[in-house]
């Protein structure tokens, strides 16, 4: 079921390939998910790091890599360019032109420049980083849409066939009710752009005033700046999850609600309760997950899970190529 979806996805991303960026270039399941790529032509693939390891490393795997392209950072053509132009973006911090240099060095921020100079079109990475070495460049560099937007994440969780959003699962750890009501947004309009019509439910232990709380307070805030800022959304909430999903169990709880137990994307209230749920359904309910993928970026950035398979990796690259279609 996980492989409809996705190949579907994969399908979109043939159709216009884009350059998606590889910063982990010695890791072993990025240089066999690089050949995977490759050959299936949806992405146009650069790794970073020495080509003479990279080659090594790739004959020992049996790898041919064909198709892709190998970029040292220190020795691209244009690294003084580079390092000058994140000079001048990060100048206001009290860096030099010569720490730029040795910054721009360093393959999570060569591979973001990259895409911030147009020579990529979105960067994939996680796989030995961490979330905040991939996010930090991204925030540095690229930036988000506003701001004081935030970035924020969620996972496509694939159940019997059919996608469903969870967000946010990854980032924002204890998020207001201006920023729940962005995550909600962000995640409505990344539905939209796989395809699917997002009707989202945003959460709580309370349903439409079943308890009172200063969370429960938070979500209702959140439901009324999303629904002012996006009228057309069909967005429902305060709910708990069995009436955001459960028709019979919604129209008990909220007979009135937009949602009517047929919500396919769901808001957390806070990182602890959507990092612990989408693990649940992943591991009991055998759904397949995928992501976390990021939003509210300017570009295409997305992290991995250090665990993540050669598949998972795959997966995620056809994800970011979609993204990069969509920002055109």
Do not use: W
Not at 27 to 39: F, P, S, Y
Not at 88 to 108: F, Y
Not at 230 to 246: R, S
Not at 305 to 316: A, L, M, Q
């Amino acid at each position: 079921m996980k492989l409809a979806f996705l190949e579907n996805i994969r399908k979109k991303a043939k159709a216009n390939p884009k350059a998606i960026v590889y910063p982990e270039g010695t890791e072993g399941r990025v240089l066999k998910a690089a050949d995977k790529v490759a050959k299936q032509a949806f992405a146009k693939v650069i790794i970073l790091g020495d080509e003479a390891s990279i080659m090594e490393q790739a004959k020992k795997l049996k790898l041919k890599l064909k198709g892709v392209l190998i970029i040292n950072p220190g020795k691209y053509e244009r690294f003084e360019e580079m390092a000058n132009a994140f000079y001048e973006l990060r100048k206001h911090k009290g860096i030099t032109l010569e720490q730029a240099r040795e910054i721009v060095k360093k393959t999570n921020y060569f591979g973001t420049m990259l895409v911030q100079m147009g020579e990529a079109d979105g960067l994939v990475s996680g796989s030995t980083h961490s979330t905040a070495d991939t996010v930090r460049p991204a925030l540095e560099i690229i930036k988000t849409h506003e701001k004081s937007h935030k970035v924020s994440s969620f996972f496509f969780m694939v159940m019997g066939g059919k996608p469903m959003l969870f967000a946010d699962c990854a980032i924002i750890i204890d998020p207001d009710a201006k920023d729940l009501a962005g995550i909600a947004i962000d995640t409505a309009k990344s539905a939209k752009a796989f395809g699917i019509e997002p009707r989202v439910a945003m959460l709580s232990f309370s349903t439409k005033g079943s308890a009172t709380h200063p969370s429960v307070d938070k979500v209702k805030e959140a439901v009324a700046i999303a629904k002012g800022t996006m009228p057309e959304l069909i967005i429902d909430g305060e709910m708990q999850v069995d009436a955001a999903l459960v028709p019979d169990v919604c129209i008990k709880k909220c007979p009135d609600c937009m949602i009517k137990g047929d919500a396919n994307v769901l808001i957390f209230p806070d990182l602890n309760s959507g990092n612990i749920a989408y693990k649940l359904v992943e591991r009991l309910a055998k759904a397949s997950a995928v992501g976390p993928i990021l939003q509210g970026l300017r570009k295409p950035v997305n992290d991995l899970s250090r665990g993540c398979s050669v598949d998972d990796i795959v997966d995620v690259t056809a994800i970011t190529v979609v993204e990069a279609q969509n920002r055109q």
